[in-house]
């Protein structure tokens, strides 16, 4: 019996791959993509799969949609060795086409090219969800009892915004890069008081967050989903609370750990020593991750110092400061109880 995650290569973006083995039965699950920049290689990895039971697409940004619309166009018959599609399409909304929105375009092309293959494979048979939001709760996979997945976020309210007003949102969701190395020469006790601007992008708020649990655990995966969604999901529907925490063996942070996405509060109610980040430091406009984030996580006040932190990245770290910025100095680095594991593309968690 062994649970893994491969996280892919995928440049600024989200890509992995979750595989759980039983009693000589596997579950195979890939969430996210990759821009459209990262193709090669992730078509190497979805190649090597003899089959996909859930392919989740936690929202349309590029950089999580872009390697699933480039495979399906590359060969339709890729659709054939995925059992299903978790795909909050709305291709069907009413969007004035003239109009250039932020994610709209990888939205409308992967709703229809989905319709188009399931005209070409009629024994497909049109197999995705969409319209997911924590009102699934938990949800067990179809023909492999021994995973069982659980739907945080996003909430109803932020799913139906997403469609209610499928428009570019911009504002506070960047920052600067001059603005993050700034940061550098605030300490993380500090930076960890910064108060939480929640993460206003509307497609970020759509974004499917969810918790796995198998025989090893319990593994939180958030995509770029906003942290209210996820924070009143757990204390409201899953009862957890500081006194009563969620164990996990790890958490994907949510957007590439981007301060506007997580919070003291979020992170108290979690129990778990790993925190995986996916990014390869930015992608031009933002760097990641965040250097408020990690203060958050090592440096809050309630935190509790004697237990061990590993910060878990699919690129190195000086990878991340090339493409983005730095986000801890060398004394920060050093600390006894941090330990850094950037992964190379053998490795998996």
Known sequence: ?????KLLKALHGDAFIFTVEEEGEKFVMVVDSGPEDSYPDIKKELDSLDHIDLFVLTH????????LIAWLKENHANVLKVGCF????????????????SAYDEDYTLGNLLSEIEKEYPGWNHRWRENICNKDGIVVTHDKPFVQ???IGPSEGSQKKYE??????KGNTKVSKGRVDDLLKVELKTLATTPLSQDSEIPNGASIAFVVTTHDGKYMMLGDVREKDVYDYLTNVMRVSEDKTLKLKYVKMSHHGSQYNISNRLLDLLDTENYVFLTDGGDGGTSHPNRITIARILS??????????????????????????????????????LNFKPLDDQQSI
């Open 1 to 5: 019996m062994a649970t893994t995650t």
């Open 60 to 67: 349309f940004h590029e950089d999580h949609s872009g390697g």
């Open 86 to 101: 978790w795909v909050n399409c709305a291709s069907s909304l009413k969007v004035n086409c003239s109009t250039k929105v």
């Open 149 to 151: 997945i659980e739907i």
């Open 164 to 169: 209610d007003n499928y428009i570019e949102k």
């Open 300 to 337: 809050r006040e309630t935190r509790d110092k004697n237990k061990h932190v590993n910060l878990i990245f699919n690129y190195s770290l000086k990878a991340i400061k090339t493409n983005g910025t730095e986000f801890l100095n060398q004394e920060e680095i050093d600390d006894e109880n």
